[in-house]
């Protein structure tokens, strides 16, 4: 990133200013929502719950190499915790996300043990174990009334409020990246990324880095998954653990970057947007959806965020190598 001077602005300073950018747009979000319709303030919840997905994503695979296919599994069980707070005691929204995020966070550290002897592809087919286990358990045991689900007993909130809700949550996404992506915590995520073993002889823990990460990651899908389910009304085991959830997740951050600071926030704004541009046309939007992943996979590994600063920096190469060619051509 740089400055009009041609000098690179330090890691400090460009994360104060990524911050200051993301807060603002969310202030002015809050600000604006109680003028919008009921169409754009459901997409916004929309796209703010693609971007806590996406994002939690990103930062444990773009920023920690851990490649999970288990969002599904903690996006689930935010859902069926949210909806036991709810019918079960007199706690509120607030107080059911809080507790889903505790749930979400505590299964993640009770799998941590074994899931982090894994490696790799083994990691990733053990990640997507987990939401198959948990989806199985849900039609199976007694107490969640099997394949049909769940329904909440009280009406849901009107979008307005799970509007705020849903911009509370990235607000703390967005605090959270902030700090973990932009602090000297950065340094160990891509330490433990190139090269875990060489992390460990460096005096680096990765056991601890990877909990830590993935406890956080977890708790903010989970909280995600709680305020969908609440605006539902009903869920299911089939479509609260669905595959789609760990699917989108990663295809969002592949699209706008993996391991970028704003990849996680592009992807999902293009992803919704071509969602709603192609609504009517489900087969077509995937369709579309798996080409441009390959055409970005194959010719911008970056991600738009990539292209976007690799031409970016070619411009800024332009000028630094022909800095007098105005000037003379004034002349």
């Not at 993640?108 to 490696?119: D, H, M, N, T």
């Not at 039609?139 to 409020?161: C, E, K, Y």
Request: include cysteine; glycine fraction near 14%.
């Amino acid at each position: 990133m740089m400055s009009r001077s041609g000098h690179h602005l330090t890691r400090g300073q460009s994360t104060f200013w990524s911050l200051t950018v993301l807060l603002a747009l969310e202030a002015v979000l809050f600000v604006v929502q109680g003028s919008l319709g009921d169409y754009w303030v459901e997409l916004g919840f929309h796209l703010l719950i693609a971007a806590v997905l996406a994002e939690s994503w990103n930062l444990l695979a773009g920023y920690t190499g851990l490649v999970s296919l288990g969002s599904a599994a903690f996006f689930g069980l935010g859902s069926y915790i949210a909806y036991g707070v709810l019918n079960r005691t007199g706690l509120g929204i607030g107080a059911s996300v809080v507790i889903a995020a505790i749930g979400g966070a505590t299964l993640a550290v009770l799998v941590s043990g074994a899931i982090f002897r894994l490696r790799g592809l083994y990691f990733t087919v053990g990640t997507l174990a987990i939401g198959e286990s948990l989806r199985l358990f849900m039609i199976n045991a007694p107490w969640f009334n099997g394949a049909t689900g769940l329904v909440l007993d009280q009406d849901p909130p009107d979008s307005h409020a799970l509007f705020t809700y849903a911009l509370l949550l990235y607000v703390i996404v967005t605090l959270i990246m902030a700090v973990g992506t932009g602090s000297r915590f950065a340094i160990l995520l891509k330490a433990v990324r190139d090269d875990e073993d060489a992390a460990g002889q460096m005096g680096v823990v990765p056991f601890r880095v990877k909990l830590t990460v993935f406890a956080v990651a977890s708790a903010l899908i989970a909280s995600a998954g709680a305020l969908q389910g609440i605006r539902l009304g009903a869920i299911e085991p089939y479509g609260s653990f669905g595959m789609s959830w760990s699917v989108d997740a990663l295809t969002m951050v592949i699209i706008g970057g993996t391991g970028r600071r704003f990849g996680a926030l592009v992807g999902a704004v293009f992803a919704v947007t071509l969602s709603e541009l192609l609504a009517d046309y489900p087969e077509l939007h995937v369709a579309a959806t798996g080409v441009i992943m390959i055409l970005l996979i194959r010719f911008a590994p970056g991600g738009i965020c990539g292209v976007v600063l690799g031409l970016m920096e070619r411009l800024s190469s332009s000028r630094r190598a022909h800095p007098t060619e105005g000037g003379l051509s004034r002349g």
